[in-house]
């Protein structure tokens, strides 16, 4: 299994959000949930500048096997996407 660093808080989803220090969240997507189900083909990432709530959809991720998921915002308050 592999290690969970402290500093980042986990949703059921796979998801995590790290705080930067500059007043940023920094969100991704756990190696478990990239390395199912296959090979990722095609990442979509929101645009800079849009904001979205927590448990919001953004983006999303398609893996070889044709599966796709759209990660869940982790944050509250609203979360911005950087410039």
Do not use: L, N
């Not at 660093?5 to 989803?13: A, F, I, L, M, N």
């Amino acid at each position: 299994m592999a290690p969970f660093p402290d500093e980042r808080k986990y949703t059921r989803g796979h998801e995590w959000a790290r705080p930067t220090g500059d007043g940023r969240v920094r969100i991704g997507v756990t190696d478990f949930a990239q390395r199912q189900p296959g090979d990722i083909v095609h990442v979509e990432r929101p645009k800079a500048g849009d904001t979205f709530e927590a448990s919001e959809p953004f983006g999303s991720v398609e893996w070889s096997s044709r599966s796709r998921r759209s990660p869940r915002s982790p944050c509250r308050p609203p979360a911005k996407s950087p410039r």
